[in-house]
């Protein structure tokens, strides 16, 4: 028999920050963390995993890679297991940018509102952000990730907030990461 795994956290690239993520790395640094590519597809059973956390990460994709990390998180998850995943929230970001560019009336909020939400960049950055997927590729609203996680075969899916799971999450979820006008959170099961 296949052995399970309690959890898997999924995370974008390698770099480590201070703050919130660097607490839920240290809280996890006792564990057996290995690396992989969950768009290629991770070394594990179908089914093994009861917890799977990805925060901030789907953004960072492409969409094909977008479609094929989630059809990885759904063979992934074990039968009584959950998914769940928080991301920027396009709708927010997009009503925040009409608001900004009808009260400044200036012909720079649109530059100044790009480089301050994380869509766009003044400069290509050093090579090694570029190579490590700091930037966000594809954004989403509501109905656009409600609609990649059904079709990636997750049959109950629904909105979530920080902390609302009947499983314990606690050592990766930060409440910083779930701002709730910013962003959209999803929790999936089978």
Known sequence: MARSLAG???RCGFAVEDGPRRRMLTNLRHTRARYGDITRGLSLPS??????YASHVIEHLPLAA?????RECHRLLAPDGLFRLVVPDLRHLVERYIQSTNEAH????AIRFCLESGLGSAGWGPLWSRLRGDRHHLMHDTASLGFLLQEAGFSQVRRARCGDSSLDFSAVEDLERWCE???IGFECRL
């Open 106 to 109: 200036d012909p720079e909020s």
């Open 181 to 183: 006008t910013e962003t």
């Open 47 to 52: 089914g093994s995993v009861r917890q799977l």
């Open 8 to 10: 898997l956290m999924l």
């Open 66 to 70: 977008t479609r094929q990390a989630l």
